[in-house]
């Protein structure tokens, strides 16, 4: 059992930058690979990037591969998503998930267990 609390969203102007947090609780974060998704208003929640149980392996999402960076931090059972060169096309609620495993193929919702209740990001142009 893992609970997710995802934070640091708010409202940014195009071209800043923005880090989330996803802080887990449980004794087993470590051995979760984790991922951040993302849902705008009418669409349905799209992939943005995941990262294995070390923190070794990562893999994002065409549209923010260069602007974006996952990371995690066990000792503090967090998991991070920095944002940099956020245009408008990024706003959403964005989802952090932990999945049991350490698959560099947990790349769909479905592939995820336990997920966090989002945070928003709108990016104003």
């Known amino acids: 059992q893992v609970q997710l609390v995802e934070s640091g969203g708010g409202l940014v102007q195009a071209g800043r930058s923005l880090r989330l947090s996803c802080v887990a609780s449980?004794?087993?974060?470590?051995?979760?690979?984790l991922g951040w998704f993302r849902q705008a208003p009418g669409k349905e929640r799209e992939f943005v990037a995941t990262i294995d149980r070390s923190g070794s392996y990562t893999y994002y999402a065409a549209s923010v591969k260069g602007r974006f960076t996952i990371s995690r931090d066990n000792a503090k059972n967090t998991a991070y998503l920095q944002m940099n060169s956020l245009k408008p096309e990024d706003t959403a609620d964005y989802y952090c998930?932990?999945?049991?495993?350490?698959?560099?193929?947990?790349?769909?919702?479905?592939?995820?267990?336990?997920w966090g209740q989002g945070t928003q990001v709108t990016v104003s142009s």
């Open positions: 449980g004794s087993t974060f470590s051995m979760h690979s």
């Open positions: 998930a932990a999945q049991y495993g350490d698959s560099h193929a947990y790349r769909r919702t479905v592939d995820y267990t336990y």
